[in-house]
């Protein structure tokens, strides 16, 4: 970069909780089998998580919740991306009101409390 480009925006992207229990059935079903656009090959090893599925897709028919802040930074053909964790649900359409982060759930306004 010189000093007349200016630093491109990070890419979104939604990290997929592989190994998570409560997930992992769920992202085999539908990121693998329905959607089929997972890629494992941007696979983010993660030691918090046990490791992170991409998803590029910003609309997601499965989606439960995501997160409204990045969950961490990365570098892919030279090119910043945010990560965003992503749950899915089997009920498509269904989009849960939970904070992805801790769980609460939304008041009568529509706002998450614990400020997620």
Known sequence: MNARQPAEPPIKIFGLLLLNPDQKDLIQKHC???CGKIS???CIDDPQTGGLGV???TVCPWLKAEMDEPYGNTM???KPHQI???AITDNPGETSRTCIS???RTNVAGELP???
Request: overall charge negative.
């Open 32 to 34: 693998f089998g329905d």
């Open 40 to 42: 494992l090959a941007g």
């Open 55 to 57: 998803c590029c897709e």
């Open 76 to 78: 892919s053909f030279g």
């Open 84 to 86: 965003y964790l992503r």
């Open 102 to 104: 801790c769980g609460a």
């Open 114 to 116: 614990c400020g997620h």
